[in-house]
Antibody, heavy 123, light 109 residues
Framework: QVTLKESGPVLVKPTETLTLTCTVS??????????VSWIRQPPGKALEWLAH???????SYSTSLKSRLTISKDTSKSQVVLTMTNMDPVDTATYYC???????????????WGQGTTVTVSS | SYVLTQPPSVSVAPGQTARITCGGN??????VHWYQQKPGQAPVLVVY???DRPSGIPERFSGSNSGNTATLTISRVEAGDEADYYC????????????FGGGTKLTVL
């Protein structure tokens, strides 16, 4: 059974750095056909893609947030870590990680999602 | 950056067919994925690669994609289909960034 679980602080202060961890099971981060994305959703708003990483360390970041984001993985721990610097109240959201299958034809839809973790930015 | 446009809301009576559109420049050249999100829950993939269904998703959910519009069609709509629906693509012109539409609230009357 494939699962992903997000973990991290519930509350961060403005200007602080947020570190979120996605722990996966049921598949390996060394699998060439799998990647992991981070997505967030502010309260009452739409989904926003943030970043992804694949087994070959290929990474991509949202253009609007690129300067603040870093994604990395620890294959031995089955973890993908996202850091976001200079947090602001507008970054208050539920943060999800999700698995991305990749076939020969291209990257597919995100087929398994974590339950999400809610982060509030407030002093 | 690539933009996906969805109607904010769609309403349909039970048993009828709901169609949710996703507009984008030449979206027909991209693979479109659709997600269903119910209140307080994580999104669920319901259609991938324009028209394929993950295992466990009812055949009532189908997708199409051509020109500048992709469409998610839900046949014989049930009360349990009431949810937010998002389309999504990977933008190959921008380092394969993910792009979501703004979401459509499906209301079952």
């Amino acid at each position: 059974q494939v699962t992903l679980k997000e973990s991290g602080p519930v509350l961060v202060k403005p200007t602080e750095t947020l570190t979120l961890t996605c722990t996966v099971s049921g598949f390996s981060l060394s699998n060439a056909r799998m990647g992991v994305s981070w997505i967030r959703q502010p309260p009452g708003k739409a989904l926003e893609w943030l970043a992804h990483i694949f087994s070959n360390d290929e990474k991509s970041y949202s253009t609007s947030l690129k300067s603040r984001l870093t994604i990395s993985k620890d294959t031995s721990k089955s973890q993908v870590v996202l850091t976001m610097t200079n947090m602001d109240p507008v970054d208050t959201a539920t943060y999800y990680c999700a698995r991305i299958p990749r076939a020969a034809a291209g990257t597919s839809g995100m087929d398994v999602w974590g339950q999400g973790t809610t982060v509030t930015v407030s002093s | 950056s690539y933009v996906l446009t969805q109607p904010p809301s769609v309403s349909v009576a039970p048993g009828q067919t709901a169609r949710i559109t996703c507009g984008g420049n030449n979206i027909g050249s991209k693979s479109v994925h659709w997600y269903q999100q119910k209140p307080g829950q994580a999104p669920v993939l319901v259609v991938y690669d324009d028209s394929d269904r993950p295992s466990g998703i009812p055949e009532r959910f189908s997708g199409s994609n051509s020109g500048n519009t992709a469409t998610l069609t839900i046949s014989r709509v049930e009360a349990g289909d009431e949810a937010d629906y998002y389309c999504q693509v990977w933008d190959s012109s921008s380092d394969h960034q993910g792009v979501f539409g703004g979401g459509t609230k499906l209301t079952v009357l």
